[in-house]
């Protein structure tokens, strides 16, 4: 069951009613089946929420997206990329990139990437929807991300690093292949300092879901194993 947090909301996910304080806020409780995530995600709602808590739904305005042709790569990471001391790959080992970005982070207690979280999101990936890049060095996985492919529209979800530049190099192979693919635009959520220094920016609500009405249902050229 969900509990709406404004009193006018008329629908599930409703992009014009989501609160301001805290940004974003729009219901509590339901549950993470594979059908309400998509649905979310195509609504622009997405879960975020910490153990002990209801399931708590968000739609955030601003919102923080990357689009594919205004990447911006740093010179040092451009070398690191030419370097070719990664190896990336998508869609190998899912399972692992969700438990590692779920593990300990400097500065946070617990995480937001629940059992019950890593499970909805392997279903999702067994149908063909959530995928996940893998970066190793000498064949040990030392970054990655995850996060929704749906229509023209990439939905990132979390990343995490376990040596230099290591989720950087992944994002960056990752949001090259999108733009070979056709994705018009990527998905940041919220906005951090990395995903800035890629080129991410915010854009209103609206302009966002008119994103979605645009690209959501249209085909991608995707081959995420090849």
Not at 136 to 159: H, K, N, R, T
Not at 165 to 191: T, Y
Not at 207 to 224: C, I, S, T, V
Request: hydrophobic residues 40%; contains cysteine.
């Amino acid at each position: 069951m969900l509990t709406w947090l404004q009193r006018d909301s008329r629908k599930f996910p409703a992009l014009d009613s989501a609160l301001r304080e805290p940004n974003g806020l729009l219901a509590a409780g339901g549950d993470l089946t594979a059908e309400r995530l998509v649905q979310a995600y195509r609504h622009g709602c997405f879960p975020w929420y910490e153990e002990g808590q209801p399931i708590l739904w968000w739609s955030p305005d601003p919102r923080t997206v990357l689009f594919p042709d205004e990447l911006h790569v740093s010179r040092s990471l451009s070398k690191c990329l030419r370097q070719g001391r990664y190896a990336v790959t998508f869609d190998t080992d899912f399972a692992a990139v969700i438990r590692a970005c779920a593990g300990p982070r400097q500065g946070a207690d617990g995480t937001w990437i629940t059992t019950p979280m890593q499970a909805a999101y392997w279903q999702l990936h067994q149908r063909g929807i959530a995928h996940s890049v893998e970066v190793w060095l000498d064949g040990e996985l030392v970054g990655g991300l995850y996060g929704l492919a749906i229509g023209q529209l990439f939905f990132g979800e979390s990343m995490f690093s376990h040596a230099d530049n290591a989720s950087k190099v992944g994002f960056a192979s990752l949001v090259a292949h999108l733009r070979e693919w056709g994705f018009a635009l990527i998905d940041c959520q919220m906005p951090t300092q990395h995903l800035h220094s890629f080129g991410a920016r915010a854009i209103s609500r609206t302009a966002f879901a008119q994103h979605l009405a645009r690209h959501l249902d249209q085909p991608n050229k995707a081959d995420w194993r090849a």
